[in-house]
């Protein structure tokens, strides 16, 4: 599917390849299939078949989506992109964002994060990725997060942690 590149994508709109929706129990399956299509990547850049990612069970998923929130893009019936958070007192936690592999590089990633931006009352996000997943910090960081100095590292294989001020509180 090939999408102008000049166009913005979002849910609902004329000629928007995709659409936009809540994730629901019943997309478990199809977002256990795009989460492990999407990290087989990273562990290939880490050279580990075990990422959690990779590892999580239908059941573990399923429990996940029960406790927490998340939006899917569909196109023609099928889920392309996955995006699971929570809130927790004033910070959006973004979790596991994936798109499959063939419908990557196509606007769909970030529009599911803006997407998940948007829901919340938070007034910050945050998130984690690999310090070897340079794509990753790159994506994020285009999109105005930044690297949290503040969170201590156990070693150089830990996760980085990104932040993001999504709107400014009254004092």
């Not at 880490?46 to 069970?57: F, G």
């Not at 340079?134 to 994506?139: H, K, Q, S, Y």
């Amino acid at each position: 599917m090939v999408r102008d590149p000049t166009a913005e994508p979002g849910e609902g709109e004329p000629g928007s390849p995709y659409v936009l929706r809540a994730l629901v129990l019943a997309d478990a399956g199809e977002v256990l299939t795009v989460q492990r299509a999407a990290f087989v990547a990273e562990a290939q850049h880490y050279d580990d078949p075990w990422l959690p990612a990779l590892t999580q069970t239908l059941a573990e998923l399923e429990q996940e989506i029960r406790t927490s929130s998340g939006i899917v893009a569909v196109t023609r019936g099928r889920v392309v992109g996955v995006v699971r958070m929570r809130t927790f007192v004033d910070t959006l936690y973004v979790n596991r964002l994936a798109v499959a592999p063939d419908c990557q590089g196509q606007g769909i990633g970030g529009a599911l994060l803006r997407a998940a931006e948007q829901s919340t009352t938070a007034s910050r996000a945050g998130l984690s990725t690999g310090p070897r997943s340079g794509a990753n910090l790159r994506f994020y960081q285009r999109r105005g997060y930044i690297l949290d100095t503040e969170s201590p590292r156990r070693a150089e294989t830990d996760y980085l942690r990104l932040t993001k001020v999504l709107r400014l509180g009254c004092a």
